[in-house]
């Protein structure tokens, strides 16, 4: 059972490149969730799904995106990276009033 | 909506019990308590959580006073391994919203 699945593990990109976080779970949850870290702070939600097909903002969804491909999968999108998007990227799902199970990560740095 | 409150650090003997303080004074009937621990930069690991009732697993026991304006987390035989990040967050079925956590050192 591999709970929540993140890849890649590391990216380096410069600025303006575009690329997509991925992330898949494979214990049926309905919502998930993505969410970044800097150093020395507390997580912060980029963008969630709370079931299949909708998607709704966070605390700090400018310069993403995202889609909820099916149940399984849930993409962030970064279409012009800048270096203020150098973080650790986590994502998360969870079932209804259950704890929310994460990933081990995507390190980003954007130079 | 004001999120929960911890101190910021706590130290705590190897062997000891650890336990760790959570103010929570604006929880709604319907929130949960949820502890989260995070080691070094890895994803956050879930520890417990609970509604009214004090609650115990594998890892660790949740104190949660009959008001539910605050709770304690108690890891009975702390390890150097637990020193961690340690998250205290109330919640209903929306996502987690994650402070700043409290940094436990478990000292030899």
């Known amino acids: 059972n591999a709970g929540v699945t993140q890849t890649p593990k590391f990216q380096v990109l410069k600025t303006g490149q575009s690329m997509t976080l991925q992330c898949a779970q494979d214990?049926?949850?309905?919502?998930m969730y993505w969410y970044r870290q800097d150093p020395g702070m507390g997580l912060r939600l980029i963008y969630y799904?709370?079931?299949?097909?909708?998607?709704d903002k966070g605390e700090v969804p400018n310069g993403y995106n995202v889609s909820r491909l099916n149940k399984r999968e849930f993409s962030l999108r970064l279409e012009s990276a800048a270096p203020s998007q150098t973080s650790v990227y986590f994502c998360a799902s969870r079932a209804d009033y259950q704890p929310q199970h994460f990933g081990d990560g995507t390190r980003l740095s954007i130079l | 909506d004001a999120k929960t409150t911890q101190p910021p650090s706590m130290d705590c003997a190897e062997g000891r019990a650890a336990n760790l303080p959570c103010n929570h004074s604006t929880i709604s009937g319907n929130e949960y308590v949820y502890w989260y621990r995070q080691i070094h930069s890895q994803g956050p690991q879930y520890i417990i959580h609970g509604l009214k009732n004090n609650e115990t697993n594998e890892m660790a026991s949740l104190i949660i006073t009959e008001d539910r304006k605050s709770s304690t987390l108690i890891l009975p035989h702390a390890t150097l391994r637990d020193t961690a990040v340690y998250y205290c967050i109330k919640g209903g079925n929306t996502p987690l919203v994650f402070g700043k956590g409290t940094r436990l050192s478990v000292i030899a």
């Open positions: 214990m049926n949850h309905n919502s």
């Open positions: 799904s709370a079931s299949e097909g909708t998607t």
